[in-house]
C-alpha cells in the first residue's frame, strides 16, 4: 500500500551512556534513552562473568555517579533514562542485590529498567518498586500470548525480538493494544538470537569466532566434490550474513552513516500499526556513532510524520544511505517485508 498516513509522532530510543552526550542527542531527536549501569560492589562479589546485563564493564555502562549525572542532564530536555539489567536470569541470591539497585536507581532518577528475568519483575513487584518495566528483547516476546504473559507480571513495554516480521508485529500490536511496543530500527545484529543463545559475551562471541572445522560424512566416505563444492558455499554464504550482521565490517557509507542491520525502510508500516518507539543499538558505541544513528533515524520519521507515503519513505532512507548493493541484497534489513519499494 502506497497511500499516505498521517503524521504519528513515534518515540525514538536513545543509546547514551556519558552525560556529556545529552544535549546533542536531546537536540538530534531522541525521545528516551536508555544505557546500562556499573556497580563495583556487583563485580567483587560475582566476578566479570556475571553481568548485570547484555554488556560488560566499559563504555555501556557508566558507574552510579555518572548516571546520576546523565539523568539530571537529560532532565533538563524532559527525556526519560531507562537502565537495562536484562541478562537471561540471576540466581535467588543475585535478586536482593539487584532489587537494591533499582531503589538507587529510583533515587538517581530513573525511570524505567529494561528486563528480561521473570523472577526479577516479580522481586521488584513484591519489593513496591515505581520504576516502569519493559520486557528486553532477550525475552524473546514473539507472539501475543507471551505479551500478556509479561502484562500481568507488571511490564508496560515490550521491546520485540530482531527476527521478527513486519506481520508479526502488527499481529501482536493488535491483540495487545494496552501495551507499549518497541522495535530494533538500526545496528546491531545476532546470529542465533539473543533470548535463543545460551553464550555469553562474556567469553567471547561465540557466534563470530573463527573456529576450526572439518566436514565428514557418517558412513565414513570421503566427500565428493560437489559435496564439498556445496559445503564450502554454505560457509561462504554463512560467513557474508555474520559479516552484515556485524554492521557490514562495521564499515560506513561515503556520509560517514553507518552501515548494518537496518529497519528504515519499515518506519512507514511502524507508525500505520502503531508501534510506540524505535530503537537505535549500540550504548557502546563511539558518541558519534550514536550521534549519525539517531539523526538518520530521525530525518526518516520526520519524512513519515510530514506525509511520505510508503513508497517515498522507502527510497529516502536508501538515498540517504547512498549504499544500494547493501540495500537490495536484503541481508542488511531487519524487516525483509518493509521495503520502500513494493515487491
Request: glycine letters at 8%; proline letters at 4%; hydrophobic letters at 40%.
Amino acid at each position: 500500500m502506497a497511500s499516505q498516513i498521517p503524521g504519528r509522532r513515534i518515540g525514538i530510543a536513545s543509546p547514551i551512556s556519558m552525560p556529556e552526550e545529552v544535549e546533542a542527542l536531546a537536540a538530534s531527536g531522541a525521545t528516551e534513552f536508555y544505557c546500562g549501569v556499573a556497580v563495583e560492589s556487583w563485580a567483587q562479589r560475582y566476578g566479570n562473568l556475571a553481568w548485570l546485563n547484555r554488556r560488560g564493564v566499559g563504555a555501556a555502562n557508566p558507574n552510579l555517579d555518572a548516571l546520576r549525572r546523565l539523568v539530571v542532564e537529560a532532565n533538563r530536555f524532559a527525556i526519560p533514562v531507562a537502565v537495562a539489567l536484562n541478562s537471561p536470569f540471576y540466581t535467588a541470591s543475585q535478586l536482593p542485590d539487584i532489587v537494591a539497585l533499582c531503589r538507587d536507581l529510583a533515587d538517581v532518577g530513573v525511570r524505567r529498567v529494561i528486563v528480561s528475568d521473570p523472577g526479577l519483575i516479580l522481586a521488584l513487584r513484591a519489593s513496591g518498586s515505581t520504576l516502569a518495566i519493559s520486557a528486553s528483547s532477550v525475552a524473546a516476546i514473539r507472539n501475543s500470548q507471551a505479551c500478556e504473559f509479561y502484562r500481568d507480571l507488571g511490564v508496560q513495554r515490550v521491546i520485540l525480538p530482531r527476527h521478527m516480521s513486519l506481520g508479526d508485529i502488527q499481529r501482536i500490536k493488535e491483540r495487545a493494544p494496552d501495551l507499549e511496543i518497541e522495535v530494533f530500527v538500526l545496528n546491531d545484529g545476532c546470529t542465533y538470537e539473543e533470548g535463543s543463545c545460551a553464550t555469553t559475551h562474556a567469553a567471547g562471541a561465540f557466534c563470530l569466532t573463527e573456529w576450526s572445522y572439518a566436514f565428514a560424512r557418517f558412513d565414513g566416505a570421503p566427500l565428493s566434490g560437489e559435496e564439498r563444492g556445496a559445503l564450502d558455499r554454505n560457509v561462504t554464504d554463512y560467513k557474508e550474513w555474520i559479516w552484515y550482521l556485524s554492521n557490514c565490517g562495521h564499515s560506513s557509507s561515503a556520509r560517514r552513516l553507518p552501515n548494518g542491520p537496518c529497519g528504515l525502510c519499515a518506519i512507514w508500516d511502524f507508525c500505520r500499526v502503531g508501534v510506540d518507539c524505535l530503537k537505535i543499538v549500540g550504548r557502546e558505541a563511539h558518541p558519534h556513532r550514536k550521534l549519525l544513528s539517531l539523526q538518520l533515524v530521525k530525518t526518516v520519521v520526520e519524512q513519515v510524520e510530514q506525509g511520505a507515503s510508503k513508497e517515498q519513505a522507502g527510497d529516502f532512507a536508501r538515498e540517504l544511505r547512498e549504499t544500494p548493493d547493501l540495500c537490495d541484497s536484503n541481508y542488511m534489513c531487519y524487516y525483509r517485508d518493509g521495503s520502500g519499494k513494493e515487491r
